[in-house]
């Protein structure tokens, strides 16, 4: 994940917000529920997280949920009818 939404202003942007909870929910369920190994790199507006041993079929469950989740939020558009999230599904 990169950048901010600029749905409103920091610390009060609800899509930043929504955002983030999902991916940060995200990473511990993978890590705790799962039992996968993550690596984070995390600074404002910014997360990457790599899967050195892959992801079990529970962490892609887990992927898959964040991603519907993500994918809903991006449905949310500005004035100008533009997303303020865009979803690259594409895994490296």
């Known amino acids: 994940m990169a950048g901010h939404a600029g749905y409103a202003e920091e610390g009060y942007d609800i899509v930043c917000s ?40 529970e962490g892609r469950i887990l992927v898959d ?14 004035e100008a009818d533009r997303p303020y999230l865009v979803v690259d599904e594409e895994v490296s």
Request: glycine share 10%; hydrophobic share 40%; charged share 20%.
């Open 18 to 57: 929504a955002v983030s909870a999902l991916a940060i929910n995200c990473v511990n369920s993978i890590e705790q529920i799962a039992g996968d190994t993550v690596e984070t790199e995390e600074e404002s507006g910014f997360l990457l997280c790599r899967f050195p041993c892959g992801l079990s079929h």
């Open 65 to 78: 949920s964040m991603l519907l989740g993500l994918n809903m939020i991006g449905e949310t558009r500005d």
